[in-house]
C-alpha cells in the first residue's frame, strides 16, 4: 500500500467566532502504488485541506500519513504538488523554473540539464525553455508547473484543480496529456477536482466528498478501460452515480431505465 492517511481530522477557528470549524472528520484513505484518484466534492468540503496535509504543509489535529510505511511530517521530495495557480516565478524562464527546485537540493549541473530537457520534453514544451510565464498560455503555464514536479521524481504527484482556470477545450486536452504521462511513468496520484466528468474521465477511484464537516461519503470504482469514451453509456452510467450521492437525480436517466 503506498499511501496511507489515518483518521484525519483538522479544524480551524473561523474569523467570525471563536468557534471551531470542522473541515476534516476522521478521514482514511489507502491509495495503491501507482493508483490515479480523485478527491471530488463541492466547495468548502476539505479537499485543499486534505491535500496540503499530505503534502506535508499542513498538520493534521489527528491522524496522520504514511508512505510506505513511513510517516510524513514535514514536505519532501517525495510529494510534489500542482496548485490551479500555476506558482510560477515570473522572472524566470521555463527551464529556470523547472530546475529552481533540484538546483535547491544541489543537483550536478549536468545531471540537472538532462533532467530539464527530459522533462520539457515530456510535457511538450520544447522550443519554449527560453520563455517567460506571461509569453505562455494557462495551459502551457500548467505544464511547466507538471514538469517541475517532474523533474524532482516524486513518488507522489498532488493536483489541486489543475485545470480549473483553463477553458474545456484546453482542459480536456491536458487531461489527455496527464493520462498519457502517468501511463508512461505511473506515479501515483492525487487529483483535486469538483468536475464529476474530469474525475471519471481520469481516475481509478473517485473520492466523494461532503461538507459541514468534510467527510468521505464513498468511493468509486471506474473500471472504464481508457482511452475513456465521454459520450458513452457506461460514462453516463457511473456520472449518474456520483451525482446521486450528492443527492441530483437524473429524471431521463429513470425515464430510460423503466
Ligand atoms: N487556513 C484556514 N483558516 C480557516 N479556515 C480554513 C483554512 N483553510 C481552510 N479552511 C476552511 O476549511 C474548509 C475546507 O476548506 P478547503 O479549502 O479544504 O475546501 P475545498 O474543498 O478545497 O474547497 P474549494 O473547492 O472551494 O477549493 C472551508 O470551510 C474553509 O473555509
Ligand atoms: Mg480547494
Redesign the pocket.
Known amino acids: 500500500m503506498a499511501l496511507s492517511i489515518k483518521d484525519i481530522s483538522k479544524s480551524?477557528?473561523?474569523?467570525q467566532s471563536s468557534e471551531r470549524?470542522l473541515?476534516l472528520d476522521n478521514v482514511s484513505l489507502e491509495i495503491k502504488d501507482q493508483e490515479f484518484v480523485s478527491l471530488l466534492?463541492?466547495?468548502?468540503?476539505?479537499?485543499?485541506?486534505?491535500l496540503k496535509i499530505i503534502s506535508g504543509l499542513l498538520k493534521p489535529d489527528t491522524g496522520g500519513v504514511w508512505l510506505d510505511g513511513e510517516k510524513l511530517v514535514r514536505p519532501g521530495r517525495s510529494r510534489g504538488m500542482v496548485f490551479q495557480e500555476y506558482a510560477l516565478f515570473p522572472w524566470m524562464t521555463v527551464e529556470k523554473n523547472i530546475s529552481v527546485g533540484l538546483e535547491l537540493v544541489h543537483t550536478d549541473k549536468k545531471e540537472m540539464g538532462e533532467k530539464v530537457r527530459w522533462a520539457i520534453d515530456l510535457v511538450g514544451l520544447t522550443g519554449f525553455e527560453k520563455s517567460y510565464p506571461h509569453q505562455l498560455s494557462g495551459g502551457m503555464k500548467q505544464r511547466v508547473a507538471i514538469a517541475r514536479v517532474l523533474v524532482m521524481d516524486s513518488k507522489v504527484l498532488l493536483m489541486?484543480?489543475p485545470f480549473g482556470a483553463l477553458d474545456a477545450f484546453t482542459r480536456m486536452n491536458l487531461q489527455d496529456d496527464l493520462i498519457e504521462l502517468w501511463q508512461k511513468h505511473r506515479f501515483t496520484t492525487v487529483f483535486?477536482t469538483?468536475d464529476v466528468e474530469e474525475a471519471i474521465y481520469l481516475s481509478d477511484r473517485i473520492v466523494v466528498?461532503t461538507?459541514s464537516p468534510?467527510k468521505i461519503k464513498t468511493i468509486v470504482d471506474v473500471k472504464m478501460s481508457r482511452p475513456r469514451i465521454r459520450t458513452s453509456d457506461e460514462f453516463s452510467m457511473i456520472r449518474n452515480h456520483v451525482l446521486e450521492q450528492y443527492g441530483y437525480v437524473d429524471q431521463r436517466s429513470i425515464e430510460y431505465s423503466i
Open positions: 480551524f477557528t473561523s474569523n470549524f473541515s466534492g463541492p466547495s468548502g468540503c476539505g479537499k485543499s485541506t486534505l489541486d484543480e483535486v469538483h466528498m461538507s468534510g
